[in-house]
């Protein structure tokens, strides 16, 4: 298949199946939410839940535009996302807002259900590791380790050139052995956030 050719699964999208809709979003929705859990997010009032869904709404207003295979479309959904997650940054700022912490009786009410991605938020480890590393790094980092993305997808969705992706992680990779290695021999590894 030449890279003009329409694939199945997108042609079906466009055309309003809710089949390839919804293998669409099977194939990519947990990893999304995974990935954009994994970046920092400065505004409370925009979880990564509701990026994810603004992206998937964007991605069906504009599925139109796509040009791409079935795998373009992970790095074209992700694309999409960063550029909310970055919407979304730039209003934390101009609102400046502090978070107020949840009472852990709220998540009772609502019958919190404990899956994959609570589990990732819990990872305090992982979080203070991409801390350690450059912003880009980070992302680079969470797209291709965390959530599995292959190169291409990732250097789509962070708008890089391929070959800066491998730079990028083979760069943060050095860094974050480094890290585990000076941290080795300490009774309770304790990761710092400065970089």
Not at 61 to 72: C, P, V
Not at 155 to 163: I, Q, S
Request: charged share 25%.
């Amino acid at each position: 298949m030449t890279r003009d050719e329409t694939p199945a699964l997108v042609t079906a999208a466009r055309n309003g199946d809710q089949d390839a809709w919804r293998e669409l979003y099977t194939l990519h929705s947990r990893r999304l939410v995974i990935w954009l859990r994994s970046l920092p997010l400065p505004d409370s009032a925009a979880s990564p839940d509701d990026i994810a869904s603004e992206a998937w709404l964007t991605a069906a207003a504009k599925i139109w535009e796509f040009r791409g295979s079935d795998e373009d479309f992970a790095g074209w959904l992700f694309t999409i996302a960063r550029n909310h997650a970055s919407n979304s940054h730039r209003t934390a700022v101009r609102r400046r807002t502090d978070p107020i912490a949840v009472e852990p009786a709220t998540d009772a009410l609502f019958g919190a259900v404990v899956d994959d991605l609570s589990q990732v938020d819990e990872q305090a480890t992982t979080r203070s590791l991409l801390a350690h590393l450059t912003p880009r790094e980070a992302q680079v980092v969470a797209c291709i380790d965390v959530v599995g993305l292959d190169v291409a997808a990732t250097a789509a969705a962070l708008g890089m050139k391929p070959t800066a992706v491998r730079v990028a992680r083979h760069r943060a990779l050095g860094r974050l052995r480094k890290v585990l290695l000076d941290n080795e021999g300490s009774p309770s590894v304790r990761l710092s956030t400065s970089t």
